[in-house]
């Protein structure tokens, strides 16, 4: 599930762990996406967003202002 916090800070439910909640943020400045998961840093080292981002992604479309 995702809950949108504010404009550009979404909540996203962990699926292994629904107890568990990731914070995905959209940083207009520097135009990308963050995410507080540990596989966050890894996916960006490859380039990558991580599955939380692309469900944040998947879910407002083209709703926020890239
Ligand atoms: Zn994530």
Known sequence: MI???A???FEVESETDP???YTVFYD???????CTCPGFVTHLKN???C???LS???SIGNEIEL
Not at 28 to 34: I, M, N, T
Request: net charge positive; charged share 35%.
């Open 51 to 53: 599955k939380h981002i």
């Open 47 to 49: 380039g990558k967003p």
């Open 7 to 9: 404009y550009n800070v």
């Open 56 to 58: 944040v992604l998947s």
């Open 19 to 21: 107890s568990k909640t």
């Open 3 to 5: 809950k949108r916090i």
């Open 28 to 34: 207009r400045f520097r135009k990308k996406f963050f």
